[in-house]
């Protein structure tokens, strides 16, 4: 009973984190600034906003989560602030709808490590599925190619890897990992720093970048980050999927940008194919519990 309450408890945080950031590019693009301005914008009130709830936690409770639990940690923390440097790349060099449609890869990145390096066996309609997801891919990133998204498409690639292999490593280790996540932006808010140094301030409506790191960021990646402990990578990775299908909602209402052919046929196959392989691990899933149940009766 109580493995099934995790899972349900692991279902309903990872559901709150992956619906909570799909507000995350619409508001980058309404607040109207440049790469480096509002990367350190998000991750400088991501961090202060971390550091506040988490000494709030450690003065009322002794329970409270580490910051970054042992090396493996630190990589996690260092995968998060090279995936989150990678997004925002993307955000600047490609469309919305090519960055969160190549974004759901995170999935079947996060199925790939798990099969290497946790022993993990994908089945066979896993195996399927990745591959006609690769063909998704291929046909957004070939539709980019001469259009110069090229190169945000392959950095929203990097940022699915990135995101994934964190995910994996959090699995791996047991450990808490939900204001680890947060302590990734160092990474980028160092970089991002340096660079506005040299190219300058430049932000039209800040309020909204400073409401997405302060508020947005610190609850969709401490519930995405803890998803983990409770359910495999894979599944984590699936909510993500509310960003692919949000998204493009959210900037289409408030911008009026429409994806190309070729990127909204890829993006359906990607979808359909995610949707679909969820709901085969969902009935899979009830398959094994009611057999436990028949063959270990309370």
Avoid at 271 to 285: A, F, R
Wanted: with cysteine; proline share 4%; net charge positive.
């Amino acid at each position: 009973m109580s493995s099934h309450n995790d899972h349900q408890r692991g279902l309903l945080i990872t559901a709150i984190g992956g619906l909570t950031l799909t507000v995350d590019i619409p508001l980058i693009r309404l607040a109207d600034g440049e790469a480096w301005t509002i990367l350190l914008l998000r991750t400088g009130t991501t961090f202060v906003a971390t550091l506040v709830i988490w000494a709030i936690w450690r003065s009322l409770s002794a329970k409270a989560p580490q910051l970054i639990p042992g090396w493996s940690g630190l990589i996690v923390a260092a995968l998060y602030g090279l995936g989150s440097i990678a997004f925002i790349t993307g955000v600047y060099n490609t469309s919305t709808a090519n960055l969160v449609f190549i974004l759901a890869f995170t999935t079947m990145f996060a199925a790939l490590l798990s099969w290497l390096f946790l022993k993990e066996r994908p089945q066979p309609l896993t195996v399927a599925a990745l591959t006609l997801m690769i063909a998704g891919v291929v046909m957004i990133v070939g539709d980019s190619v001469g259009t110069g998204h090229l190169f945000g498409d392959l950095m929203a690639l990097c940022s699915a890897f990135m995101i994934a292999a964190a995910i994996t490593i959090s699995r791996a280790s047991g450990k808490d990992m939900g204001f680890t996540a947060l302590i990734g932006v160092v990474l980028p808010l160092a970089i991002a720093a340096l660079m506005v140094s040299k190219v300058g301030f430049h932000v039209n409506a800040p309020w909204w970048i400073v409401f997405n790191g302060a508020v947005i960021m610190p609850i969709s990646f401490f519930c995405l980050a803890n998803g983990p402990k409770y359910i495999s990578g894979p599944d984590v990775a699936m909510f993500y999927l509310l960003e692919t299908v949000l998204a493009p909602v959210w900037v289409w209402m408030i911008f009026a940008e429409t994806p190309s052919r070729n990127s909204l046929i890829g993006g359906t196959i990607l979808i359909v194919t995610l949707i679909g392989h969820s709901l085969w691990q969902l009935h899979e899933g009830r398959k094994r519990r009611a057999t436990l149940a028949v063959s270990h009766p309370a």
